[in-house]
């Protein structure tokens, strides 16, 4: 592993310190590309507006229309946390803004399949719907939208995935009502990275700004639609999007309120379920803890478990959701460490002990669960840091020979790009794909698993180089002894980090005093930083480290005997 300290721009450092921010936090957001304070104000007023988002007036002008005639609303949902999510930010915000027949569908992991199809299509309208709204999918569903306005549905498709590519290298949209989607061609929205949720977000502040317009409500009896920025914040974190300026307002905004107590009872009963306090909530809780719970009920079971517990206002039926939910995730960890095992020794049985593993990794077992291939796939990468596909067989009804696969990349091997020029090279091979640049998935038939491998290693050997295929952790540079403080370790964690601006994480040369395994598989370290005696944490590592080594590592708060103290939780080691 090769440690590289981020370049710290002294500029932005003596900026953002002259405007009063404290010295180790001007660092950290110089080396994350912060030149002004005004990138770190995060008041909802600086969010950007609306209207510089395509399709959104339009959008406002269908939904105003479908609220005044009292037509029946159906929200088509994804299956993952983002979808979960903007699933309840629409339900919640519609009947906020006028809606009194407003419902959704959710489809099967299994037997639906990914985004709007025409089955799905037709239950949306047998449920008695006039317009259907996907949140979070859609973008690329072109034969269920056709199908949803044959059968005289209006369709508003809201996501924000990549848009597919045509034939002739140009870019194929369905042909809905309307698109809302910050990645469509003609798009001046500058945060291309906001999640689904968050475009349902602001479809619903462009549909307020439209009723304001109309007369139904001015600016001071409009409804309030801060109540819904927790949801927003989990699923943007949750679904791991860059956190851009304003995805990270968007956050705090949510965080700010989830501190507050001023949230959903669900996302409180997830807290609680989950061990975390919501006072002193952090991203790390939404990415960590929330999100996957809400997750596994996608993989393992219905997400409708998922967004009802987002949605019901009854405390004590969020109560007993989170609890289903933690139990579920439970069942999922124990899958996953299985399959992770299982996984593992297949992909290390594709090199030499000794040898470097292949450019790229794709892995299946007739007894692998596809719902939790995704997460197998990641920590695959992260252990052998290798763009890999981890492949299911699907259990879809008339699908038995069709293999469902999902695939994690490292930076450097755009993993949509790439399923693209495998599709172009091998017509035929790929049924199905889509996503982005670190996560993807595709469905193959069962025959052409080893034309798919043999294809993506290929790609992966012309797009990598040695440099790209070596593990690089980049860290913030040395820790100042001033700094290793518990109140400070506090006003780190309460700041918004995640994909795109990351969690600090510094590195410098201590000495090892000792170190000893605990519960198997973790190294409990007491050392030396400059001088001064601090604990260590290695979780998952197991090897025994020399008496001087150059460590990366995050400050964590440990509480003993009543005392906290700060200690290191390390992320890797340069040997």
Avoid at 543 to 549: F, G, I, R, S, T
Wanted: charged fraction near 25%.
């Amino acid at each position: 592993m090769n440690i590289i300290p981020r370049d710290i721009p002294p500029r932005s450092v003596w900026v953002l310190e002259q405007a009063g921010i404290h010295p180790l936090l001007a660092r950290l957001y110089a080396a994350r590309g912060v030149s002004g304070t005004e990138e770190l104000d995060d008041a909802l007023a600086k969010l950007l507006p609306p209207s510089s988002m395509k399709g959104l007036p339009e959008a406002a002008r269908l939904l105003a229309d479908a609220i005044r005639h009292n037509r029946s609303l159906c929200v088509v949902a994804d299956y993952d946390c983002d979808g979960a999510t903007a699933c309840a930010v629409a339900l919640r915000g519609l009947k906020l803004l006028g809606a009194q027949r407003v419902h959704y569908i959710v489809p099967d992991r299994v037997n639906d399949g990914y985004g709007l199809t025409a089955p799905i299509a037709q239950r949306v309208k047998d449920s008695g719907a006039d317009v259907l709204i996907t949140v979070d999918n859609g973008i690329a569903s072109f034969d269920g939208v056709a199908f949803a306005r044959q059968l005289g549905l209006q369709v508003l498709v809201t996501d924000h995935h990549l848009p597919a590519t045509a034939a002739d290298g140009g870019i194929r949209l369905p042909e809905a009502d309307v698109i809302v989607n910050p990645n469509q061609p003609g798009c001046a929205f500058a945060s291309k990275s906001i999640a689904g949720v968050g475009v349902m977000f602001y479809a619903l502040l462009a549909l307020r700004s439209e009723l304001r317009a109309r007369g139904v409500f001015d600016q001071a009896s409009q409804p309030k639609l801060d109540a819904l920025l927790p949801l927003v914040a989990l699923g943007t974190v949750a679904d791991v999007v860059r956190l851009d300026a304003n995805n990270r307002r968007l956050v705090a905004q949510g965080l700010k309120r989830v501190r507050a107590l001023a949230m959903p009872c669900g996302i409180a009963s997830l807290f609680v379920a989950s061990g975390r306090s919501a006072v002193a909530a952090t991203t790390f809780d939404f990415g960590f803890a929330l999100g996957p719970r809400i997750n596994a009920a996608g993989r393992l079971s219905d997400m409708t478990l998922g967004i009802e517990c987002l949605l019901t206002d009854d405390p004590a039926r969020a109560d007993e959701l989170a609890r289903t939910l933690d139990g579920i995730n439970r069942e999922r960890r124990a899958i996953e460490g299985d399959m992770r095992e299982q996984a593992l020794e297949v992909a290390e049985s594709l090199f030499d002990e000794g040898d470097e593993p292949p450019p790229a990794i794709c892995v299946f077992d007739p007894d692998f669960h596809e719902g939790v291939v995704g997460i197998v796939a990641s920590r695959i990468k992260d252990k052998l840091h290798r763009p890999c596909f981890v492949f299911a067989a699907s259990g879809a009804p008339g699908k038995e020979h069709e293999l469902k696969g999902s695939g994690r990349s490292i930076p450097g091997f755009h993993l949509r790009d790439a399923l693209d020029l495998v599709a172009k090279r091998h017509p035929g091979v790929l049924l199905r794909f889509g996503g982005h640049a670190m996560a993807a998935g595709c469905t193959i038939h069962e025959d052409g698993l080893d034309t798919f491998e043999q294809a993506l290693i290929q790609v992966a050997q012309e797009w990598l180089d040695a440099a790209t295929l070596t593990r690089r952790l980049e860290t913030d540079g040395p820790l100042e002894p001033e700094y290793l403080r518990v109140d400070l370790v506090d006003t780190l964690h309460k700041e918004v980090w995640g994909q795109g601006f990351a969690a600090p994480t510094f590195s410098e040369e201590v000495e090892v005093v000792s170190q000893r395994l605990v519960g198997e598989k973790h190294m409990a370290l007491k050392l030396k930083h400059r001088g001064q005696p601090v604990d260590g944490i290695w979780f998952g590592h197991t090897e025994p480290l020399p008496a001087k080594v150059t460590l990366a590592f995050r400050l964590d708060a440990d509480e003993w005997q009543g005392q906290r103290r700060v200690r290191f939780l390390v992320e890797g080691a340069e040997l």
